[in-house]
């Protein structure tokens, strides 16, 4: 077998007209996009074992997104000077990848992560959305009380069941630790909400705006989100943000790249992963 060599993606893309990462027949997808750009340039087939960090959802954005794939290494040796510049030139200008950086062969982009961090835009203005951020920002109808947003995520924080704000999937556990979930209003009055974990299931993280949100507009007592935690199956009280505010912002990777295979083998045993956004 010809030797070959593991790259690290690092992609960005507007989601909006996509069907989500994943491919899917006769759909749209990033992964579909991406594979057949390589295909096109490289020849069918020769990128192989392509691997995401987050399977973002239909219409969620990503500007920190990670993949990997495996090149033989002749051909990665032949075209590693000028295939991020002919990936640019091919590629529809909704997608970039931005590096491709060789790894050990133990690198996994999705079982290797020790975290993913989104964040989700959100707008209170009696005017809605700025036009030109209409595609990444979400207008809400009421005022929004950021003490009362931060107050409803800091009791979400932690490793709970988040089976309330998942849809659960066969065999795939919704236990999971969220490291940092806060708001803040940037100088232009929107409000962005952070959130951080280990790994995310199906909707969680919209679920988790969701409910945050009606927290803060005053529908919900701040309390209300965190109380959802004590139930273990999805709660029909939780209305899904609209994916468009959402965007995948960064994935972590243990900075010792001999701790790859560790983290991806401790991955692997703590949990089934499932859809992520």
């Known amino acids: 077998m010809d030797e070959r060599t593991r790259l690290r993606l690092d992609v960005s893309y507007d989601g909006t007209d996509f069907s989500g990462w994943a491919p899917q027949p006769a759909r749209r997808t990033v992964a579909g996009v991406l594979m057949q750009t390589l295909d096109l340039v490289l020849g069918a087939g020769t990128a192989t074992g392509l691997t995401v960090a987050g399977r973002t959802d239909a219409g969620v954005h990503a500007t920190g997104q990670v993949c990997h794939l495996d090149l033989p290494t002749a051909v990665w040796r032949e075209h590693e000077g000028r295939l991020l510049r002919r990936l640019a030139r091919l590629l529809p200008p909704d997608v970039r990848v931005r590096a491709m950086t060789e790894v050990p062969a133990d690198f996994d982009a999705r079982f290797s992560a020790t975290f993913r961090r989104y964040e989700y835009r959100v707008t209170d ?153």
């Open 125 to 277: 203005a009696p005017w809605g959305a700025e036009p030109l951020r209409r595609g990444d920002t979400l207008a809400w109808p009421k005022p929004l009380d950021l003490a009362a947003l931060n107050a409803a995520a800091a009791g979400l924080v932690g490793e709970h069941d988040f089976a309330a704000y998942c849809r659960r999937k066969e065999n795939a556990t919704t236990l999971r630790e969220v490291t940092r979930l806060d708001w803040r209003r940037d100088p232009d009055g929107i409000l962005v909400a952070t959130v951080q974990a280990d790994a995310f299931c199906q909707n969680m993280v919209r679920s988790l705006v969701g409910a945050m949100l009606v927290a803060g507009d005053g529908r919900r007592p701040v309390q209300w989100p965190a109380g959802l935690l004590t139930r273990r199956e999805r709660s029909s009280e939780v209305t899904v943000a609209p994916a468009h505010g959402l965007a995948l912002v960064a994935v972590g990777y243990p900075g010792d790249p001999a701790e790859y295979a560790r983290r991806a083998e401790e991955t692997r045993r703590l949990r089934v992963p499932v859809a992520e956004g």
